[in-house]
């Protein structure tokens, strides 16, 4: 896409054009500063277009640990502010780890049970971390890896410090995570990358080998993963040329192709 903007409203419309087709979507979130663009997006969707989530149901893909729900860092808050305050889900469809459950080794059970009791994620958001990570699946965590506690690194850390007035020390060390194997078992993932500052580590994750170090790289073996990136991003691909190809030719493609089209419709009917 040209820019974040652009990447950042087609992959809101994605998941619009499978709530639609599906209403009863079980919907993987995540969060991040990206992040907040799409919810923007789908919060427009359903102003301007009645875009109906009253019916799905969406499992995000981690939260810190020893923070409660209403702590400005949460990621229950950071949901409730950016997405479910703003449209028609039932906040009981709504599911986040439990970052201050008794036992959390039960808690992460209980996640994934709860997750296979609604049929399994159909579509998976996703960004990337500075070190390739997605959820947190930090560098060497196992591909087939389960929801599960783990400790954040330094990067991470400084990353999500933007939640906890810019200090990384402010930062919970420790995280409950979808597993890359739970992530995998999504029937569709999208992949959200946009920036400078991610093109070297979305080249590894996208065209390099497949690695615990760089955990995105995983998302290779998914049958059906579309990467949303901008130009920036995309600098140090080597496959531009092609995947821009793709997306001129291939039919999965076609809905999205108009750009313009891809804005909330009244919006768009004023512009």
């Known amino acids: 896409m040209p820019d974040k903007e652009k990447a950042t409203l087609l992959t809101a419309r994605i998941l619009t054009e499978d709530l639609r087709t599906k209403p009863t979507l079980v919907l993987g979130l995540?969060?991040?500063?990206?992040?907040?663009?799409?919810y923007d997006h789908l919060a427009s969707f359903h102003l301007l277009?009645?875009?109906?989530?009253?019916?799905?149901?969406?499992?995000?893909?981690?939260?810190?640990?020893?923070?409660?729900?209403?702590?400005?860092?949460s990621y229950r808050r950071y949901m409730q502010e950016h997405l479910f305050n703003r449209v028609n889900i039932t906040i009981g469809n709504t599911h986040l780890p439990d970052g201050m459950a008794p036992n959390l080794a039960q808690e992460c059970q209980q996640y994934e049970t709860l997750i296979k009791a609604s049929g399994g994620i159909d579509a998976q958001l996703l960004g990337l971390g500075i070190d390739?990570?997605?959820?947190?699946?930090?560098?060497l965590s196992a591909l087939l890896s389960r929801t599960r506690e783990k400790a954040l690194t330094p990067a991470t850390l400084a990353q999500n410090a933007f939640m906890f007035g810019g200090d990384p020390s402010r930062v919970p060390r420790r995280a409950i995570t979808m597993g890359v194997g739970t992530i995998l078992d999504s029937r569709r993932c999208v992949l959200l990358v946009t920036g400078a500052s991610k093109a070297s580590i979305l080249a590894q994750a996208v065209e390099g080998p497949i690695t615990s170090m760089v955990t995105a790289s995983a998302l290779q073996l998914h049958p059906r993963c579309q990467v949303v990136v901008d130009e920036e991003a995309a600098t140090n691909l080597k496959g531009k040329d092609y995947y821009r190809w793709v997306f001129a030719n291939e039919p999965e493609w076609v809905p999205f192709r108009d750009l313009d089209a891809l804005k909330p419709r009244a919006a768009a009917s004023k512009s």
């Open 49 to 73: 277009e009645a875009l109906d989530f009253s019916r799905c149901s969406t499992f995000n893909l981690d939260e810190f640990i020893g923070i409660p729900t209403d702590h400005q860092g």
């Open 30 to 38: 995540a969060t991040g500063r990206t992040m907040k663009q799409v």
């Open 132 to 139: 390739g990570h997605i959820g947190f699946n930090e560098p």
